[in-house]
C-alpha cells in the first residue's frame, strides 16, 4: 500500500485481485518432500487445487503428472475457425478486391 493512497482504494483493488483469481486451479505432487517443478517426479498423484479467493482448496487428485495436465489444460475444439468461413476473394488483383457472394464463387 502506499503511504498516499486512501484505504478503500487499496482495499477495493485489493477485493478485485482476489475476485478475478477466483477458481484458478494447480495440481500439487503428493510426493515426499518439498513441492518442486512440475517435471519433478512424474509418476507420482497430484492433488488438484482451486483457489477460493483466500486459500487453496483440494477438488480431486489425479494418478500422474499427464492426468493433471490433460484436465487443467484441456485441448481447444477441434473446428474450422471462422474466418476459414468468408466467401472467396473476386476477381482482380491488390488488397481493395470485393468479396463474392456464395453463387458467383460456386460457378
Known sequence: MHDD????DWARRR???QASS???QRAVPLGDGPHRGAHVDPDAP??????TGT???VIGIVENL????ALLYPPPPQGKPAEW?????????GRHRRPTSM?????
Not at 5 to 8: K, M, Q, S, T, V
Not at 66 to 69: G, S, T
Open 85 to 93: 468461413d468468408r466467401p472467396a476473394m473476386g476477381k482482380g488483383q
Open 5 to 8: 493512497e486512501p484505504l478503500e
Open 103 to 107: 453463387e458467383e464463387r460456386d460457378q
Open 55 to 57: 486459500e487453496w482448496k
Open 66 to 69: 499427464a492426468a493433471a495436465r
Open 22 to 24: 477466483k477458481g484458478k
Open 46 to 51: 497430484r492433488a488438484i487445487e482451486e483457489w
Open 15 to 17: 477485493a478485485e485481485r
